[in-house]
């Protein structure tokens, strides 16, 4: 897929969500709703065909936020002119049409976009989009983790777009403006790097396709939380089904916990989850789960390995795996002093 424009036959779709919230009184089965769905087609020489644009009246935060207000110029009396999720969002994959390709700017719009699917019970016909984003990163700054916001990143490559920022499909095309330059870049890019920017793309694919869940819990205090079995399982991102636990969920560092699983269908499954803590006091588990590639297996299995040789004191305040092979290398240090075998 080394070109963006031309390497597909695949109508290309660049789609950008507005959405609302609470911070207040939050619904976890969706925690942002979308309000704004925008895009625009773009063809093989990066010129817009057309655009799609349109206001979703809220359904469960009828209040608009203050913040997205002020960002983004959306009003109330805009929202209660608008039309329902379902409505919009069918005819937005109408106007797509079959087997389109989608863009993002980032990773944040298709998440919430399924999750809005789910809880409105709309179809979800789209695969996972491409995130320029990350794609520019990669090949105009160096670095898939090198994260430059949409305007910057216009900015920097000397690209005048005249839209109003921070409506849907005014973003849209605004990352469809760069698109001519990450081409450029794409196919300047040599074969190791290409195998490179390949890898991110799949495992970032993967990713796009997790499972997410959010749930209040009645407890106050972590360990209560994940000493409780069913909350704590693993649902597989493939069928729903519950996992059996490969490695049971540990702490990776500054409190923020992995686990691996297997569903008998699909195979090896990533868990990664953190717990936030509501104004009540009690917690709230937000946990994210997708399929595993062999190395992340390895990597999970690698890193609860090292987990298990560190001071139970020093678990809670790791920073990287780093730290954990100092501590194996200490207690084989020691060992060998004393004569013993360390434990296999």
């Known amino acids: 897929m080394f070109s963006l424009l031309k390497g597909d036959k695949r109508p290309l779709i660049v789609f950008d969500l507005e959405w609302n919230q609470s911070s207040y009184n939050t619904n976890h089965r969706i925690p942002h709703e979308i309000i704004e769905i925008g895009a625009c087609r773009v063809d093989s020489e990066g010129r817009i065909l057309s655009n799609f644009s349109a206001v979703i009246k809220p359904r469960v935060y009828k209040r608009l936020d203050k913040h997205i207000k002020k960002v983004t110029g959306i009003t109330e009396e805009e929202l209660a002119g608008g039309r329902p999720f379902s409505d919009v969002f069918g005819e937005f994959i109408a106007w797509c049409g079959d087997d389109a390709q989608l863009v993002t700017w980032g990773r944040d719009d298709y998440p919430v976009l399924k999750r809005n699917a789910a809880f409105f019970q709309t179809p979800m016909p789209f695969a996972s989009p491409l995130d320029a984003q990350l794609v520019f990163g990669f090949c105009c700054l160096g670095s898939a983790h090198q994260q430059m916001n949409l305007h910057a990143a216009l900015e920097k490559m000397e690209i005048d777009v005249e839209v109003p920022a921070h409506r849907a499909v005014y973003d849209a095309q605004c990352t469809a403006a760069l698109f001519q330059v990450i081409d ?6 040599d074969e190791q790097r290409k195998a490179q920017l390949d890898a991110i793309l799949e495992r970032e694919a993967r990713i796009a396709g997790s499972a997410l869940r959010s749930l209040p ?3 106050m205090y972590q360990t209560d939380a994940l000493a409780d079995q069913k909350l704590m399982n693993i649902p597989c991102p493939a069928c729903g089904c519950r996992s059996a636990f490969d490695t049971p969920w540990f702490d990776s560092g500054r409190e923020k916990y992995m686990a691996l699983a297997v569903c008998p269908k699909h195979g090896f499954v ?30 999970v299995r690698e890193r609860y390995r090292l987990y298990q040789l560190t001071p139970v004191k020093k678990r809670h305040h790791r920073l990287n795996m780093e730290d954990a092979m100092q501590a194996e290398r200490k207690i084989t240090g020691q060992s060998a002093q004393s004569g013993e075998k360390p434990e296999s």
Not at 184 to 189: I, K, M, S
Not at 290 to 298: H, I, K, M, N
């Open 184 to 189: 450029e870049a794409l196919r300047g890019l």
């Open 217 to 219: 819990t009645a407890y």
């Open 270 to 299: 990533f868990g990664q989850m953190h717990f936030k803590r509501a104004a009540s006091g009690t917690i709230i588990m937000h946990q994210r789960a997708y399929p595993a590639s062999q190395e992340d297996v390895r990597d």
